[in-house]
């Protein structure tokens, strides 16, 4: 399994954003992938996840509400929608890709993909 994300870049507060993530490999619907993210000083936190087995979705708390995962199982693709982004949102953000259920945990996903860095200026 292949990650590839995309669509970061430096907004203003409040501003929207989407990242995309390209994902390669056999049996992308058995899949569940997440998107996570880092900051500077801080341990990579899953933000949000979906499984298309199921159709189960998580979101952090800490983007519930603004960040809106979704993902099409015919083009490969997942998509973070971010909106009303605080300059605490910034961070290198990565898709990663895992069997089975979403997972809360950075550790439960086996496939990452490259970052996409998002800045938020206040």
């Known amino acids: 399994v292949q990650l590839q994300a995309s669509g970061g870049g430096l907004v203003q507060a409040g501003d929207s954003l989407r990242l995309s993530c390209a994902v390669s490999?056999?049996?992308?619907?058995?899949?569940?992938v997440a998107w996570s993210r880092q900051a500077p000083g801080k341990e990579r936190e899953v933000v949000a996840a979906i499984s298309f087995i199921g159709g189960r979705i998580y979101y952090a708390d800490s983007v519930k509400g603004r960040f809106t995962i979704s993902g099409d199982s015919a083009e490969n693709m997942v998509y973070l929608q971010m909106n009303s982004l605080k300059p605490e949102d910034t961070a290198l953000y990565f898709c990663?890709?895992?069997?089975?259920?979403?997972?809360?945990?950075?550790?439960?996903?086996?496939?990452w993909g490259q970052g996409t860095l998002v800045t938020v200026s206040s």
């Open positions: 990663a890709a895992r069997w089975g259920t979403v997972a809360a945990d950075t550790r439960n996903y086996a496939y």
């Open positions: 490999g056999r049996a992308f619907s058995t899949y569940s």
